[in-house]
């Protein structure tokens, strides 16, 4: 079919092809959304209307990226609240045309993490709109959104009820998810409410339209398990129970069911003892024999109808054309002739009962997500009832130890010479041993060690927010890397571990097995304190090295926490010691006859002094292991969703105040959609708010000292003077080493005169013709860590992806958070040696190679060929 199209293409030419694509989007956009403005949709509505088909108007946009943008929903839907009131007060329609509202369209930070500022903000928009729909008395429903947001959602309900008047208005409505398991739950909190305010709400039963996105989601924040249902029989029953809910409180709810699955209509007739109460939904372009059905048997049906402009229909046309794609949806079976009528109508109930195993089993939970190995534990942060206990756990810690010092065969020492000869002599005496050691005995130390991360939880976020700078998100993101870290180093060293046979003549053995070098050095950075620091030790330990470690003199603390949990995991104490420090140690420490191997996190400058200093020493030439800085780049084309992209580029460059080596330095925007991107990229930036990483609602805390924060004011103000400001962050309360988020157009890339260690952001345009000259400019920095592309074309991907030289290249999404095992993470060139950490190729570097080879018929004779032979 490629072959084919390129003729195609080639014989019509592209803009014909362009115009035929853009016809097929209209024809979906017609099929999908009912007009682009409330006046069309309303106009088009007119015949259904007069059959007496209710209509409830959704303007299309959702998660507003900033002030300005939900600013301008907010006014779409007063706008669209307005023109319905005014249609409904003459055509005086006794089933009222409504409007349904997103609240994520109504907030730029509509999210748990930001709870009081979206009350605050959030709260008086719908309290707003629902006034001025109560005074036009036409019904108002509330979609439901992310399984994330619904805690958030069910609050503003409250809230806004608490705060409003909304006289005898009976047009209050939400949207409740089936698929998620709280449903049930949700319906009773409602009833309550209802009771509580002496109201009756609608709620608008749906079974839910993010379902993939929420299983992936899951999986990715290693969560204990999905807020959805996996099977889709299971969703069905949880439908038809929360209507059985529904139906039992029709005194304060008004039941409405929105579906297109004529079993889940039939089942609802058949609960309800009067069908009058209940009415229908079903959503514009979908579901329309069935409801021609129902309308004729005096039903009361309503669309859900959306409306909008056709730039920001596409989130709302990609998951309606998911839903009628899926092999599980209801409308594709429908149409699918080979499917009898009976298996349609299977009541889910036999269905979910009939499962031995109630999940699906092709669909992994989060914890399982890994072969051989537990996925390191997520925390679901936009619960108050898991981060209510952590804040409180992480508030009440009181460090056992508030200096650095060194721990050497156990004890503590004072830093200095003695510490590192006493190190040396006591890895020496025991590297054999612990060399020797089958391999599962040091595989098992690395699996407890992961497991005492996870107990030791608070403590240890607790020492990364007060002592690394991390955010809470931050904290916790490093922490689960460092699980992962030891239960995939510890998986990896079992299978390599093993004495592998080779091939070779009859009569001989040959065999190659792995064993530790000796004593490695192990030299860490301060911005991935726990998890680059662990990382690097634990592989070199299970490979069957001693190991000193060195990590950066700005995180003692981190480490000597973690060196202690690493004993606790039975690590015995002289093999493995910790040497904190600056420079003069970790020269001292790269300097000794002793070492076999080095592993080093930090800048090329300093992988570059360690390379010096072991090539000038006597003796064996031991392997380097350096992973360093980045200029890291994103292209952006102009096919790219600009929505995505300013997600992406802020997390990306802002993170973890842009202190993470893969953090963005360069973004490359294309003439053509620069403009576009960079306003909305302002508007989310003037979102982010600076302060004490401990907080929840912190998105940015201070660099990790003062020479930083010098460094990165001194590159500002260079900024300052020869590049174009595009926006910075207001600083707000936050006092100290903080550098606000900012980013400048530069004059070329080649402007940039080395990495930038903070949340400082560069912007270059390019021309499309000239791409492969920005990636020659990328490639001409001489890093390769990481690099971004933001593109809906394939051809284009695999373009850059050929032609880009780095390490980790990664496509429509961020250019941070490599997960172990997923994506093994390090660069090339300037950016570091390999082999990459967290990938299968990692521990064979800590460990050398030996081969025996065996004359067997030396012996006597080959025993083994001559049973063979005879057999
Ligand atoms: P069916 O084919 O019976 O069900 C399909 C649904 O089953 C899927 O959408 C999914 O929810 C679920 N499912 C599929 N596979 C699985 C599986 N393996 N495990 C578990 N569950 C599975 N959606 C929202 O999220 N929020 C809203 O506010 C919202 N408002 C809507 C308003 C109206 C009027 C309508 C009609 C729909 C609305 N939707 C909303 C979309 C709605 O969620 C989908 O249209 C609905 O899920 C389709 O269900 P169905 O009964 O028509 O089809
Ligand atoms: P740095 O090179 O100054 O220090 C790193 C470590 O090396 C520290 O522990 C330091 O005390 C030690 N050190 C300094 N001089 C030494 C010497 N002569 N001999 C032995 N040890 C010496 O780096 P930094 O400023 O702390 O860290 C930031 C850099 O680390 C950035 O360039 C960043 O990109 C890079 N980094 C890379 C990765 C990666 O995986 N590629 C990860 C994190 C950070």
Redesign the pocket.
């Known amino acids: 079919p490629g072959a084919a199209l390129g003729k195609l293409v080639a014989k019509l030419g592209q803009p014909m092809i362009r115009e035929a694509i853009k016809m097929a989007m209209q024809w979906l956009a017609d099929q999908f959304v009912m007009g682009e403005t409330i006046g069309k949709a309303l106009e088009r509505s007119r015949n259904a209307a007069a059959r007496g088909v209710r209509f409830s108007f959704d303007m299309l946009g959702e998660g507003a990226r900033t002030a300005m943008v939900a600013e301008r929903y907010f006014e779409d839907y007063r706008r669209a609240i307005d023109v319905v009131g005014a249609f409904q007060a003459t055509h005086k329609s006794p089933r009222a045309p409504g409007i349904s509202v997103k609240l994520s369209a109504l907030h730029p930070r509509y999210e748990m993490a930001q709870r009081e500022k979206t009350l605050r903000e959030l709260m008086p928009r719908l309290a707003a709109l629902c006034e001025q729909a109560a005074r036009a008395d036409i019904p108002l429903t509330v979609d439901a959104e992310e399984a994330d947001r619904l805690q958030l959602s069910l609050e503003i309900a409250g809230t806004m009820l608490d705060n409003c008047s909304l006289g005898g208005w009976e047009g209050l409505g939400f949207a409740v998810q089936a698929y998620q398991k709280r449903a049930p739950a949700v319906i009773e909190f409602f009833a309550g409410l209802a009771k509580a305010h002496n109201r009756k709400i609608g709620l608008r039963l749906v079974k839910g339209a993010y379902w993939d996105s929420e299983i992936k989601r899951a999986q990715e924040r290693g969560l204990g398990d999905f807020p959805v249902f996996t099977r889709k029989e299971n969703t069905d029953v949880s439908y038809l129970a929360s209507a059985r809910a529904m139906l039992a409180e029709t005194d304060w709810i008004k039941p409405v069911f929105g579906t297109h699955n004529a079993m889940t209509v039939a089942h609802i007739l058949e609960l309800a003892d009067d069908p009058a109460v209940l009415e229908f939904q079903r959503l514009h372009g979908m579901g329309e024999d069935l409801y021609r059905r129902m309308e004729g048997e005096g039903l009361g049906t309503c669309v859900y109808a959306p409306v909008g402009m056709h730039d920001v229909l596409l989130g709302y046309l990609v998951r309606r054309i998911l839903e009628n794609g899926a092999n599980s949806s209801f409308v594709h079976r429908l149409y699918d002739r080979s499917i009898p009528v009976a298996t349609l109508t299977e009541d889910p109930a036999a269905l979910a009962g009939a499962h031995v195993e109630k999940r699906h089993p092709a669909i992994r939970t989060p914890p399982d997500l890994f072969d051989g190995r537990r996925n390191s534990q997520g925390l679901d942060l936009s619960d108050p009832f898991v981060t209510g206990p952590l804040l409180a756990d992480i508030a009440s810690f009181r460090p056992k130890f508030y200096r650095a010092a060194a721990l050497v065969e156990g004890k503590e020492m004072e830093i200095g010479g003695g510490a590192i000869e006493q190190a040396f002599a006591a890895a020496r005496k025991a590297g054999p041993a612990w060399a020797h050691a089958p391999i599962e005995i040091r595989a098992a130390c690395l699996d407890r060690l992961g497991d005492l991360l996870e107990t030791n939880r608070a403590e240890l976020m607790a020492l990364l927010i007060r002592e690394g700078g991390k955010t809470l998100p931050d904290a916790l993101a490093e922490l689960r890397e460092a699980t992962d870290f030891c239960r995939y180093y510890a998986l990896r060293a079992r299978a390599d571990f093993q004495t592998l046979d080779l091939p070779g003549p009859a009569g001989e053995r040959n065999q190659l097995r792995l064993v530790g070098r000796g004593t490695f050095v192990c030299?860490?950075?301060?911005?991935?304190p726990l998890a680059?620091f662990l990382g690097q030790i634990a592989a070199a330990l299970v490979a069957g090295n001693s190991v000193i470690a060195?990590?950066?003199?700005?995180t003692p603390l981190v480490a000597l926490c973690a060196t202690r949990l690493i004993h606790e995991a039975g690590v015995p104490t002289d093999v493995f010691a910790l040497i904190p420090?600056?420079?003069e140690?970790?020269?001292a420490?790269?300097a000794h006859k002793d070492v076999a191997g080095v592993a080093?996190?930090?800048?090329?400058?300093?992988?570059r002094?360690?390379n010096r200093?072991l090539a000038a020493k006597d003796g064996p030439i031991v392997p380097l292991i350096a992973?360093?800085?980045?200029q890291n780049a994103m292209i952006v084309d102009s096919s790219a969703l600009p929505e995505q992209v300013v997600d992406d580029v802020i997390t990306s460059a802002f993170r973890s105040a842009g202190q993470?080596?893969?953090a963005l330095r360069i973004l490359c925007l294309p003439e053509a959609t620069a403009d576009k991107i960079l306003t909305m990229l302002k508007g989310a930036m003037e979102e982010l708010r600076l302060g004490d990483p401990g907080k929840l609602e912190t998105d940015v805390g201070p660099v990790i000292d003062r020479p930083a924060w010098q460094k990165l004011l001194d590159h500002a103000e260079r900024l300052r003077k020869e590049a174009k400001e595009i926006f910075t962050t207001a600083l707000g309360d936050a006092k100290g080493i903080f550098i606000a988020p900012q980013a400048w157009e530069i004059p070329s890339i080649e402007w940039l005169e080395g990495?930038v260690?903070g949340p400082i952001l560069h912007v270059v345009r390019y021309r499309p013709a000239a791409l492969d000259q920005l990636i020659a400019e990328i490639n001409a920095t001489g890093f390769g860590?990481t690099g971004g592309l933001h593109s809906r074309i394939d051809h284009t991907m695999r373009h850059v992806e050929g032609n880009l030289d780095v390490g980790n290249f990664y496509v429509n999404r961020s250019l941070i958070g490599a997960v172990v095992g997923s994506q093994p993470?390090?660069?090339e060139g300037m950016?570091?040696t390999g082999p990459k950490?967290g990938g299968p190729h990692y521990l064979l570097r800590f460990a050398a190679e030996r081969v025996t080879s065996n004359n067997l018929t030396a012996a006597g004779g080959n025993a083994s060929l001559l049973i063979a032979a005879s057999s």
Do not use: M
């Open positions: 030299i860490s950075t301060w911005n991935f680059i060195k990590p950066a003199p700005q420090g600056g420079t140690i970790g020269s420490l790269v080093f996190t930090g800048s090329c400058a300093t992988a002094a360690i200093a992973e360093t800085g980045g993470r080596c893969s990495e260690f860590l993470f390090g660069g950016s570091g950490a």
